[in-house]
């Protein structure tokens, strides 16, 4: 595992490039600076340059390289930071013409990802991801290496200057997919046990640091479950958790639905990642409903939706219904929210939750319908499913049976329906 170290004090100059007047750009080095922090990295300049085109050799231009060599000398910064995913061959020509540690956006994101990984199957998918990334720039990160003890990038599959060749980096990534195949075998085992059981499912998606775990925990408040006991780590952090959290909700009138957290997304989300944890956003794409929360006192909210649903459509995901929950509204009272899919909440206030609640309800709970059943007191059994399983409005005991009105889901409908009178 490729985590930092503590002991080593990492002084970076940040590098981007800004492609033909990219929009995004500002925000996305923003967002490098945050990332960079993330990783304990003390930002001591940037450098920037607009081009039509980046450059095979250097990705920057020659007079930039000098720059970023000036910069590094007067700020004594030890490590030089890429905006974007750079080749081997541009590793080990910058490194030589800097004279300093270089690494790009993805290996940054790999590093907090496997300092934040705590469950074996997010460290399996983690490592399987910097194993891909690092099997072919096994010659340039080599001499990269070899400039820090600690850093990022220092440990684990970077261990011993990556003395790994491709063959046994090969072996490692298929010996660690062996063993994430049976995790994710279990993962769907409980997927397919879910689906027996009829519950729908909704699943948070979102920018990270949006407040997916926060809103979770906000559901589980106002519904019946013991929420101190089911409620899921938050913190105020990029990729806080990494992962997935399943949660029965289960509410006053007897409804119930499950309710999935996922890893948050980021601009640039490396490749490598969406593929390795391709087995936990399956999550996502087998959702009833999803549950899109923004952090709506970001001022960059917009361009956090579009990069989220950017990822959700590389996913495969876009006839699953979404609604929007605009986070942190205590943050920013005078935002507008855009139409009636969505609701303002604060889910560390509490603010707006039981409408957030009410409008995922009238999603996932469409095909309820109401019925009356005369069930024969021998059929006990099907009293006891109904008063846990369905929203029962009356009750009468008749001479032949129990007479239940209910609102109940059209499978238990279907399943019932010889009772119903």
Do not use: W
């Given at each position: 595992m490729v985590i930092i170290m503590d002991e080593i004090l990492q002084r970076a100059i940040?590098?981007?490039?800004?492609?033909?007047?990219?929009?995004?750009?500002?925000?996305?080095?923003?967002?490098?600076?945050?990332?960079?922090?993330?990783?304990?990295?003390?930002?001591?300049?940037?450098?920037t340059q607009n081009l039509q085109r980046t450059h095979g050799a250097t990705y920057v231009g020659t007079g930039k390289v000098e720059e970023i060599?000036?910069?590094?000398?007067?700020?004594?910064?030890?490590?030089?930071?890429?905006?974007?995913e750079l080749s081997p061959s541009q590793i080990r020509n910058l490194e030589s013409a800097i004279d300093c540690k270089v690494i790009d956006r993805t290996l940054l994101i790999l590093d907090i990802f496997a300092k934040r990984a705590k469950t074996r199957e997010a460290q399996l998918q983690v490592e399987i991801a910097q194993l891909q990334y690092m099997k072919p720039r096994l010659v340039g990160l080599t001499s990269s290496l070899s400039r820090q003890g600690g850093g990022i990038g220092a440990k684990g599959v970077g261990e011993k200057k990556l003395e790994l060749n491709r063959r046994r980096i090969e072996d490692q990534i298929y010996a660690l997919n062996k063993e994430l195949d049976h995790l994710v075998?279990?993962?769907?085992?409980?997927?397919?046990?879910?689906?027996?059981?009829?519950?729908?499912?909704?699943?948070?998606?979102?920018?990270?640091?949006?407040?997916?775990s926060t809103t979770m925990n906000a559901l589980l408040k106002v519904s019946s479950t013991d929420s101190e006991e089911k409620k899921v780590f938050e913190k105020n952090m990029l990729f806080a958790t990494?992962?997935?959290?399943?949660?029965?909700?289960?509410?006053?009138?007897?409804?119930?639905?499950l309710l999935t957290d996922t890893v948050g997304f980021v601009s640039k989300l490396p490749h490598q990642l969406v593929k390795a944890f391709r087995s936990t956003l399956e999550e996502v794409t087998e959702a009833d409903l999803l549950l899109h929360v923004v952090d709506i006192s970001h001022p960059e909210h917009e361009t956090q939706i579009k990069v989220t649903n950017k990822v959700l459509e590389d996913l495969g995901v876009k006839e699953?219904?979404?609604?929007?929950?605009?986070?942190?509204?205590d943050l920013a009272d005078d935002a507008v929210i855009p139409n009636q899919?969505?609701?303002?909440?604060?889910?560390?206030?509490?603010?707006?939750?039981?409408?957030?609640?009410?409008?995922?309800?009238?999603?996932?709970?469409?095909?309820?319908v109401r019925a009356v059943f005369l069930i024969p007191y021998t059929e006990g059994a099907a009293v006891s499913y109904l008063n846990e399983r369905a929203s029962v409005k009356k009750v009468d005991y008749q001479d032949n049976g129990t007479l239940m009105e209910v609102e109940c889901d059209a499978s238990d409908f279907e399943r019932f329906k010889h009772y119903s009178v």
């Amino acid at each position: 595992m490729v985590i930092i170290m503590d002991e080593i004090l990492q002084r970076a100059i940040l590098v981007g490039v800004d492609v033909n007047s990219d929009p995004n750009f500002e925000y996305s080095m923003k967002e490098l600076a945050n990332l960079a922090e993330a990783c304990e990295v003390e930002v001591v300049g940037e450098v920037t340059q607009n081009l039509q085109r980046t450059h095979g050799a250097t990705y920057v231009g020659t007079g930039k390289v000098e720059e970023i060599a000036q910069q590094v000398d007067i700020s004594e910064a030890n490590l030089v930071i890429f905006n974007d995913e750079l080749s081997p061959s541009q590793i080990r020509n910058l490194e030589s013409a800097i004279d300093c540690k270089v690494i790009d956006r993805t290996l940054l994101i790999l590093d907090i990802f496997a300092k934040r990984a705590k469950t074996r199957e997010a460290q399996l998918q983690v490592e399987i991801a910097q194993l891909q990334y690092m099997k072919p720039r096994l010659v340039g990160l080599t001499s990269s290496l070899s400039r820090q003890g600690g850093g990022i990038g220092a440990k684990g599959v970077g261990e011993k200057k990556l003395e790994l060749n491709r063959r046994r980096i090969e072996d490692q990534i298929y010996a660690l997919n062996k063993e994430l195949d049976h995790l994710v075998t279990a993962r769907q085992t409980q997927r397919k046990l879910r689906k027996k059981n009829a519950l729908p499912v909704v699943a948070l998606v979102g920018y990270t640091n949006a407040g997916k775990s926060t809103t979770m925990n906000a559901l589980l408040k106002v519904s019946s479950t013991d929420s101190e006991e089911k409620k899921v780590f938050e913190k105020n952090m990029l990729f806080a958790t990494l992962e997935t959290s399943t949660r029965h909700i289960h509410l006053a009138d007897n409804k119930q639905f499950l309710l999935t957290d996922t890893v948050g997304f980021v601009s640039k989300l490396p490749h490598q990642l969406v593929k390795a944890f391709r087995s936990t956003l399956e999550e996502v794409t087998e959702a009833d409903l999803l549950l899109h929360v923004v952090d709506i006192s970001h001022p960059e909210h917009e361009t956090q939706i579009k990069v989220t649903n950017k990822v959700l459509e590389d996913l495969g995901v876009k006839e699953t219904p979404m609604i929007y929950a605009y986070n942190k509204s205590d943050l920013a009272d005078d935002a507008v929210i855009p139409n009636q899919e969505s609701v303002k909440i604060s889910a560390k206030t509490g603010a707006q939750i039981p409408e957030l609640l009410e409008l995922v309800k009238k999603h996932i709970f469409d095909d309820f319908v109401r019925a009356v059943f005369l069930i024969p007191y021998t059929e006990g059994a099907a009293v006891s499913y109904l008063n846990e399983r369905a929203s029962v409005k009356k009750v009468d005991y008749q001479d032949n049976g129990t007479l239940m009105e209910v609102e109940c889901d059209a499978s238990d409908f279907e399943r019932f329906k010889h009772y119903s009178v």
